[in-house]
Every structure is written in C-alpha cells, then in structure tokens.
C-alpha cells in the first residue's frame, strides 16, 4: 500500500500567539477585508474578541462579523454567512472557536466564490465534489480542543429542516491556525469533556482499520491515546493547568490531519456516522453522543468480526493493560464517567425518549456509505436502550 501525504496548514502554538502573528500573517499576505466568524459570544467574555480587534487595527484591515455559529451547524446560517461574505466582498475567513465554527468556515469559503449552489445542502449532498472556483482563505483561531478541523478538509452540517447530519470533504484546508492553550482554560466541564472523548473517538476510529496498519501508524494512534488518558484528568481537576490543555490541544491537531491514517484504509467511522444521525435528531453535543455509541459498538461489533475482536484485545493490553473485552468496554465506559460524559440515553436532557419512530429514522437517516467492518442497520440503534 502506498500513500501520498502532506500537510499544508501553518500553525502557531503558544501564548500569545493571536497577538504576536496575526496582524503580521494579514499583512504580508496582503488581505483586505476580513470575515469574522465566531460562535455564541464567549470570545468577547475572555477577551480573545479584544485581542482580534487589536490585531485588525495593527493590519489596518476592515472587517465583518457573523456570530451565533451552532455547536452543530446548520445548513441555513450557513449560506446566509456565505451570501453575507460574498455580498461583502471579503478576501479572508477567520474562524474562531471549535470544530463547528471551522467546519462552517470551510464549506462558507467554498459558497462564496461557487456560485452555482443556490444552497448550502446542494453543496453538502454533492459532498463538496464540484468547485469551479478556488474557495476564499480561511485562517482558524481554535478554542476547544476535540476535532482538528483546523487541518483537515472535512466538514459536517446539518439539514435545518430533515435533521439529516451529513460529513462532507471541501477541497481546501484552513491556511494558518492559531493555537494558544491558554484561550481553552475558560471551556467548562461539559465541553471539555465532550471535546476530550471526539479525539479519543477519531484516534480509536483510525486505529480499527480493516487493512492491516503500518506498524508507525499504530504506535502513533497508542501515543496519543495514552496522551489523552494521562491528561484529560488533570484538565478537568486543574482547568488552567497550561502542559495539560497544550498537550490536549496538540493531540486534537494532530489526531485527525492524516497522520493516524497513513498506509491504512482510513478506518472504521461507523461510530461517528452513527452519532451523526442521533446529535441531528436531538441536537447533543457530538462528543457525548460518541461517548454514548462507543462502548455499544465495540461489544456489538466484537461479535460481529474477529478481527475487530483480536485489535481490541491489542489496545485494551496497551491502554489499560486488561485481557478481556468486558474488562476493555469497562476502562472505556470509566474514562467516559470520569470526563463526566452520559452512558446511558436518558443522561441527555434532549432525549426524553426513544420510540420505535425514532428508531426507524435512525436507521433510514444513517449514512449507510460510512466505512467500516460491518453493514448495520436499526438492532445497533435498538441496543441503546439497553
């Protein structure tokens, strides 16, 4: 098996980064108008808004704004941003926040200059297959470590209207990232621990590949696993401990940017595509509706294959230095408690109940393309009520 391989994002990891480089990356890039998108306004309560606007002055760049960006988000606000940054003539996309503000960013830089969708979800249903037009730039400025956005091409978004939650691949990875630690320490307990389990998530989904790792890839994948259980923990006792959200944050970079899944087939992302269809029905937090599906999955499908049973028993010995799978949905289910994350359906406040209706449009709204070892259908649903 061979692959091709590059990483084309600039990033700047540290203190203070914001304020020493942006301003000077504008300028020498030459950009002139910059389209700010940000989510529910939290930057402007630990004053990260106040260190854009400074570095805006310092570019002498005009800009705009587009905020209330959703922790899932949905096609609608997301062409109206479009049709706002075109309308505005914007040259540069800056995105501050997690996951779903840069998931947004990236398919709102492909809609301004692609005219030819006349909505976001004709672009989503293409999967982002057709540009004619190289999309605007984007720059992200991270605030929660969970998806490594910043330095891939994917992004997911939800119909307003069906409730359909789909994944799509834009031809264009943000351009530079900022990362500062310490712009994550305002993050509660509930985000953190939500963010935490979406890069466990995409490192254990990278290491169960059908095909048979390069044996960097897999010790790669247990690296940074490790690194997660060692210090998710502290975070959550310690929130401003800078090694503990800098090494969090680096390992949500680095998690899902292609490195976890060289020389493999690209590994098993049913859990994700699974969670997809539930967080667009009931709208939870992505992190926790993973935390939800995982253990189900891994005792559903360790029946299922005996290769996903023999990689199980692998990594249970690695992480947790256990033998049995029991005892390995046991440590998962424990480190889900302990980032306060449900385990149950009924822990979620937006799921009063799961009807056989539910049941069936989980299973239709699925994305059934979704690689993985198994076909599956409405009995992996079912077992959530378990």
Same mark, same amino acid.
């Given at each position: 098996m061979t692959c091709e391989f590059y990483l084309n994002t600039k990033y700047y990891f540290g203190k203070n980064v914001v304020n020493n480089?942006?301003?000077k990356e504008i300028k020498n890039r030459r950009f002139k108008k910059i389209f700010l998108l940000y989510g529910g306004g939290s930057?402007?309560?630990?004053r990260i808004y106040d260190s854009l606007i400074k570095s805006f002055k310092k570019a002498k760049v005009e800009w705009i704004e587009h905020f209330g960006? #959703? @922790?899932? /988000?949905?096609?609608i606000d997301t062409y109206n941003a479009a049709l706002k940054g075109r309308k505005n003539k914007i040259d540069l996309i800056i995105a501050v926040g997690g996951g779903s503000v840069i998931d947004e960013a990236k398919v709102v830089a492909a809609l301004i200059t692609n005219t030819q969708y006349k909505s976001c979800w004709d672009y989503v249903r293409n999967r982002g297959k057709i540009i004619?037009? #190289? @999309?605007? /730039?984007?720059?992200s400025i991270v605030t929660l470590a969970a998806t490594g956005s910043e330095n891939n091409y994917n992004s997911v978004i939800t119909n307003s209207k069906t409730k359909d939650k789909?994944?799509?691949v834009n031809s264009e990875r943000p351009i530079i990232c900022f990362e500062d630690p310490t712009y994550t320490y305002s993050v509660n307990k509930w985000q953190t621990g939500s963010g935490v389990f979406d890069i466990f998530s995409h490192l254990l989904e990278n290491y169960y590949s059908i095909n048979q790792h390069f044996s960097w890839t897999k010790q790669y994948i247990i690296g940074n696993l490790k690194n997660v259980l060692k210090y998710a923990p502290i975070v959550l006792k310690h929130p401003n401990n800078y090694e503990a959200r800098a090494n969090l944050l680096w390992t949500s970079s680095?998690?899902?940017?292609?490195?976890s899944a060289?020389?493999?087939?690209?590994?098993?992302?049913?859990?994700?595509?699974?969670?997809?269809?539930i967080s667009g029905r009931w709208d939870v937090s992505h992190g926790a509706g993973l935390a939800l599906i995982t253990p189900i999955y891994i005792k559903y499908m360790a029946k299922k294959?005996?290769?996903?049973?023999?990689?199980?028993?692998?990594?249970a010995k690695e992480l947790f230095n256990v033998n049995t799978i029991p005892a390995y949905i046991k440590k998962i289910e424990q480190f889900i408690k302990l980032l306060g994350m449900p385990t149950k359906y009924t822990d979620f406040k937006q799921i009063n109940e799961i009807t056989p209706n539910d049941l069936n449009w989980l299973s239709k709204t699925f994305d059934k393309n979704t690689p993985g070892y198994h076909k599956l259908g409405v009995d992996i649903y079912k077992l959530i009520k378990v």
């Amino acid at each position: 098996m061979t692959c091709e391989f590059y990483l084309n994002t600039k990033y700047y990891f540290g203190k203070n980064v914001v304020n020493n480089y942006l301003s000077k990356e504008i300028k020498n890039r030459r950009f002139k108008k910059i389209f700010l998108l940000y989510g529910g306004g939290s930057i402007k309560k630990n004053r990260i808004y106040d260190s854009l606007i400074k570095s805006f002055k310092k570019a002498k760049v005009e800009w705009i704004e587009h905020f209330g960006i #959703k @922790p899932n /988000p949905i096609d609608i606000d997301t062409y109206n941003a479009a049709l706002k940054g075109r309308k505005n003539k914007i040259d540069l996309i800056i995105a501050v926040g997690g996951g779903s503000v840069i998931d947004e960013a990236k398919v709102v830089a492909a809609l301004i200059t692609n005219t030819q969708y006349k909505s976001c979800w004709d672009y989503v249903r293409n999967r982002g297959k057709i540009i004619t037009h #190289k @999309p605007i /730039p984007v720059f992200s400025i991270v605030t929660l470590a969970a998806t490594g956005s910043e330095n891939n091409y994917n992004s997911v978004i939800t119909n307003s209207k069906t409730k359909d939650k789909w994944g799509l691949v834009n031809s264009e990875r943000p351009i530079i990232c900022f990362e500062d630690p310490t712009y994550t320490y305002s993050v509660n307990k509930w985000q953190t621990g939500s963010g935490v389990f979406d890069i466990f998530s995409h490192l254990l989904e990278n290491y169960y590949s059908i095909n048979q790792h390069f044996s960097w890839t897999k010790q790669y994948i247990i690296g940074n696993l490790k690194n997660v259980l060692k210090y998710a923990p502290i975070v959550l006792k310690h929130p401003n401990n800078y090694e503990a959200r800098a090494n969090l944050l680096w390992t949500s970079s680095f998690s899902l940017n292609g490195l976890s899944a060289i020389n493999t087939d690209g590994g098993d992302w049913k859990v994700h595509g699974l969670e997809h269809a539930i967080s667009g029905r009931w709208d939870v937090s992505h992190g926790a509706g993973l935390a939800l599906i995982t253990p189900i999955y891994i005792k559903y499908m360790a029946k299922k294959s005996k290769k996903f049973y023999q990689l199980s028993l692998e990594l249970a010995k690695e992480l947790f230095n256990v033998n049995t799978i029991p005892a390995y949905i046991k440590k998962i289910e424990q480190f889900i408690k302990l980032l306060g994350m449900p385990t149950k359906y009924t822990d979620f406040k937006q799921i009063n109940e799961i009807t056989p209706n539910d049941l069936n449009w989980l299973s239709k709204t699925f994305d059934k393309n979704t690689p993985g070892y198994h076909k599956l259908g409405v009995d992996i649903y079912k077992l959530i009520k378990v």
